[in-house]
Antibody, heavy 125, light 111 residues
């Protein structure tokens, strides 16, 4: 079945970097884009950006430029989120979510249809 | 600050119906059909329950329905059940910037 398996919890000190992975299975990886979504403790969902899995081109939300990098390794059907210069406020659960897209004639549909279980990143000294 | 505005909380008793609104600028909710709703139960990942304003993915209960009027989308849950207690998020795509946005989320309490 279609699933996204994310890497495990990480505990990092301020200033360090972290790389979270999201391995896709059950479908052709390059067919659908991959999104990353942040959820800080007790807070709502924040869309961070998405990466075109055909071209590797990322698009970032305004609040997630600079320290955040989205990348791919299509040979292992895996998307990555790297965060550098970690701050305490980066403590959150990070989800990957596939964007389903389908076009038919003049109509199209798109939505995040499959989500990973989330990877917890804790930044603390 | 989200470009999509949702009420922070709603509540209802078992068997009742509730509606959650999602209001955005014309270029978001009003102009695009990529409006979806996601349910997030406590401690779990979000799950899509409505896409393209009013379509339900396979396996989602028909107690969930969606609609849109102008630049406000709505999620209605009928026949409330205890298991519906969760956070609900609307999401929309903005083609001008090729970005997605989530609403702030609405906590549903089943009394």
């Amino acid at each position: 079945q279609v699933q996204l398996v994310q890497s495990g919890s990480e505990l990092k000190t301020p200033g360090a970097s972290v790389k979270v992975s999201c391995k896709a299975s059950g479908y052709s990886f390059t067919t659908y884009a991959m999104n990353w979504v942040r959820q800080a403790p007790g807070q709502g969902l924040e869309w961070m950006g998405w990466i075109n899995t055909k071209t590797g081109k990322p698009t970032y939300a305004q609040d997630f430029t600079g320290r955040f990098v989205l990348s791919l390794d299509s040979s292992v059907s895996t998307a990555y989120l790297q965060i550098s210069s970690l701050k305490a406020e980066d403590t959150a659960v990070y989800y990957c979510a596939r964007t389903f897209f389908q076009a038919s004639g003049s109509s199209s549909t798109s939505y995040m249809d499959v989500w990973g279980k989330g990877a917890t990143v804790t930044v603390s000294s | 600050q989200s470009a999509l505005t949702q009420p922070a909380s709603v509540s209802g008793s078992p068997g009742q119906s509730i509606t959650i609104s999602c209001t955005g600028p014309n270029s978001d909710v009003g102009g695009y059909k990529f409006l979806s709703w996601h349910q997030q139960q406590p401690g779990k990942a979000p799950k899509v329950i409505i896409y393209d304003v009013s379509n339900r993915p396979s396996g989602v209960s028909n107690r969930f329905s969606g609609s849109r009027s102008g630049n406000t989308a709505s999620l209605t849950i009928s026949g409330l059940q205890a298991e519906d207690e969760a956070d609900y998020y609307c999401s929309s795509y903005t083609s001008t910037s090729s970005t997605w946005v989530f609403g702030g989320g609405t906590k549903l309490t089943v009394l």
